[in-house]
């Protein structure tokens, strides 16, 4: 099936850092300021809104490989935005440069890989695994 995807596709993704988005409470650290978990979710968010309306119904995107630096510490109350472009579509595999800026700079960086899927599909395996 082809997608008629195209290089260049992008979004953002914004949100303010609460207690629940931070280290500490992740247990991925013991600092109250952005969690790197929580700014890799931020990034596959964009990078799928970056694509998903121009998917058909019944399809979407799942991360795959994520690859970033966490460049600066963003603390609690600072809003931050992630910004995905689609740099690269081979069949259903899509590559996504990302990036991350708080209300003061780049606070991360990197590449993010999704790869396009039929929901049903997708379902359908999940369930005979969980048998």
Same mark, same amino acid.
């Given at each position: $099936?082809?997608?008629?995807?195209?290089?260049?596709?992008?979004?953002?993704?914004?949100?303010?850092?609460?207690?629940?988005?931070?280290?500490?409470h992740?247990?991925?650290?013991g600092v109250e300021v952005?969690?790197?978990?929580?700014?890799?979710?931020?990034m596959?968010?964009?990078?799928?809104?970056?694509?998903?309306?121009?998917?058909?119904?019944?399809?979407?995107?799942?991360?795959? &490989?994520?690859?970033?630096?966490?460049l600066a510490?963003?603390? &609690?109350? $600072?809003?931050?935005?992630?910004?995905?472009k689609?740099n690269?579509?081979?069949?259903r595999?899509?590559?996504f440069?990302?990036? &991350?800026y708080?209300?003061?700079?780049?606070?991360?960086?990197?590449?993010h890989?999704?790869?396009?899927?039929?929901?049903?599909?997708?379902?359908?395996?999940l369930?005979?695994k969980?048998?």
């Amino acid at each position: $099936m082809d997608f008629n995807l195209s290089p260049g596709l992008s979004a953002e993704l914004t949100r303010e850092v609460t207690p629940e988005y931070t280290a500490a409470h992740l247990g991925s650290g013991g600092v109250e300021v952005l969690a790197t978990p929580m700014m890799i979710a931020l990034m596959e968010g964009a990078a799928r809104n970056a694509v998903q309306p121009s998917l058909p119904e019944g399809w979407t995107t799942v991360g795959t &490989v994520v690859n970033i630096r966490h460049l600066a510490p963003t603390p &609690v109350g $600072m809003t931050v935005t992630a910004r995905a472009k689609l740099n690269e579509v081979d069949g259903r595999r899509l590559v996504f440069a990302v990036e &991350v800026y708080d209300e003061v700079k780049k606070v991360g960086e990197g590449m993010h890989e999704r790869f396009i899927i039929n929901t049903e599909r997708f379902h359908s395996k999940l369930e005979a695994k969980e048998k």
